[in-house]
């Protein structure tokens, strides 16, 4: 079993040498198993008033072995790095379940299971190195924009609550045994700055730093998030972090997200990464893009040294990572470009003086 250092020693290794291999899809992989009410709530939360099927992230607790059995399939299909099951753990996403007070306990728990999950695929295979990405998801309400047309000035959460439940969760997924942080599925930069921000204070605190990961999400063909920014714009507003990788995830299949990928990969000095959706949504909300179709798309990516980082969001299973292995495995990774220093700002739009 590696030690934390180890594995930060050989993630610098790593990508440098090969493009690593995100995971997929958690939500798709949850569904196949048709769980119930009664399976979610488990033993300890059967008198919960709220409903919780679909609360996916309280699986870290009361069925634990479906979470890690996730993890190692996508391991065992080549993964480098999985995701912990944290995307909605914050109090105000787990608000809607009546477990915002569970925010600790909700992230320990998951980076727990992926690190047990990692461990045990390293033990089984000597040599390979396994790494845990703990998310922080976007939450469901937005820093920047109203809720409510009629108020435009109006806002249903501020920087600092958002500060507070990241800071909560962040020590929280460290604690459990995370190797990097991600932020990710960024739809408002205010929400990302607040995550990042109170990422830089319990690294602070703790006198201990990981890798920062960055994914932002396109929301539509218009090519900007939902708060208004260009993918460049994006990146100007984050780099002060200095992370591991920016890119983007969800929202669009690989073809849509390609542009904005090849865009930031041009003026970012970080690695890149990208996760997109198994295509678009059909009329029943399904993903149609088979492994092969998507492995096509993703390794034409690859050969334009567009990437550091792929994985797949929303739709995609272990069988697509496994396709992904299989076209990446002797591509060579995106070479970060050198970067002039210049006055970089950003508002919706880029400005480079």
């Given at each position: 079993?590696?030690?934390?250092?180890?594995?930060?020693?050989?993630?610098?290794?790593?990508?440098?040498?090969?493009?690593?291999?995100?995971?997929?899809?958690?939500?798709?992989?949850?569904?196949?198993?048709?769980?119930?009410?009664?399976?979610?709530?488990?033993?300890?939360?059967?008198?919960?008033?709220?409903?919780?099927?679909?609360?996916?992230?309280?699986?870290?607790?009361?069925?634990?072995?479906?979470?890690?059995?996730?993890?190692?399939?996508?391991?065992?299909?080549?993964?480098?790095?999985?995701?912990?099951?944290?995307?909605?753990?914050?109090?105000?996403?787990?608000?809607?379940?009546?477990?915002?007070?569970?925010?600790?306990?909700?992230?320990?728990?998951?980076?727990?299971?992926?690190?047990?999950?990692?461990?045990?695929?390293?033990?089984?295979?000597?040599?390979?190195?396994?790494?845990?990405?703990?998310?922080?998801?976007?939450?469901?309400?937005?820093?920047?924009?109203?809720?409510?047309?009629?108020?435009?000035?109006?806002?249903?959460?501020?920087?600092?609550?958002?500060?507070?439940?990241?800071?909560?969760?962040?020590?929280?997924?460290?604690?459990?045994?995370?190797?990097?942080?991600?932020?990710?599925?960024?739809?408002?930069?205010?929400?990302?700055?607040?995550?990042?921000?109170?990422?830089?204070?319990?690294?602070?605190?703790?006198?201990?730093?990981?890798?920062?990961?960055?994914?932002?999400?396109?929301?539509?063909?218009?090519?900007?998030?939902?708060?208004?920014?260009?993918?460049?714009?994006?990146?100007?507003?984050?780099?002060?972090?200095?992370?591991?990788?920016?890119?983007?995830?969800?929202?669009?299949?690989?073809?849509?997200?390609?542009p904005h990928v090849e865009e930031v990969s041009h003026v970012a000095d970080?690695?890149?990464?990208?996760?997109?959706?198994?295509?678009?949504?059909?009329?029943?909300?399904?993903?149609?893009?088979?492994?092969?179709?998507?492995?096509?798309?993703?390794?034409?990516?690859?050969?334009?040294?567009?990437?550091?980082?792929?994985?797949?969001?929303?739709?995609?299973?272990?069988?697509?990572?496994?396709?992904?292995?299989?076209?990446?495995?002797?591509?060579?990774?995106?070479?970060?470009?050198?970067?002039?220093?210049?006055?970089?700002?950003?508002?919706?739009?880029?400005?480079?003086?």
């Amino acid at each position: 079993m590696s030690t934390r250092d180890e594995r930060r020693a050989r993630l610098e290794d790593d990508i440098q040498n090969r493009i690593l291999l995100l995971d997929g899809a958690m939500g798709t992989m949850i569904q196949s198993y048709q769980l119930d009410e009664a399976d979610y709530r488990g033993e300890r939360f059967q008198d919960v008033s709220l409903d919780q099927k679909g609360n996916n992230d309280l699986l870290c607790l009361t069925q634990p072995h479906i979470i890690k059995e996730i993890h190692k399939a996508y391991f065992d299909a080549g993964a480098d790095i999985v995701e912990t099951n944290t995307f909605n753990s914050t109090s105000i996403s787990l608000a809607d379940y009546g477990m915002e007070d569970l925010v600790e306990e909700f992230n320990t728990a998951a980076a727990r299971i992926a690190r047990e999950a990692a461990d045990e695929v390293e033990a089984a295979n000597p040599g390979r190195i396994c790494y845990v990405a703990g998310v922080l998801g976007p939450t469901n309400r937005t820093a920047s924009i109203s809720p409510d047309v009629n108020d435009p000035g109006f806002r249903n959460v501020s920087f600092d609550e958002l500060r507070v439940t990241y800071k909560d969760a962040t020590i929280a997924l460290i604690k459990g045994g995370a190797d990097l942080i991600l932020i990710e599925t960024v739809f408002d930069t205010l929400n990302a700055k607040a995550a990042a921000f109170a990422v830089e204070e319990v690294f602070e605190e703790l006198g201990e730093t990981l890798p920062v990961m960055i994914s932002g999400t396109i929301t539509d063909k218009s090519g900007r998030t939902l708060s208004g920014q260009t993918p460049e714009a994006f990146w100007y507003s984050m780099r002060h972090v200095k992370p591991f990788s920016v890119g983007f995830n969800c929202a669009l299949g690989a073809d849509e997200m390609r542009p904005h990928v090849e865009e930031v990969s041009h003026v970012a000095d970080c690695y890149v990464s990208a996760h997109p959706n198994a295509g678009l949504p059909n009329e029943f909300g399904e993903y149609d893009e088979t492994p092969d179709m998507m492995a096509d798309v993703i390794a034409e990516f690859a050969t334009a040294g567009l990437v550091n980082i792929i994985g797949g969001c929303c739709g995609t299973t272990p069988d697509h990572i496994r396709a992904f292995k299989q076209k990446l495995d002797n591509v060579a990774p995106r070479v970060r470009p050198h970067i002039d220093e210049r006055l970089r700002l950003s508002g919706l739009e880029p400005f480079v003086a």
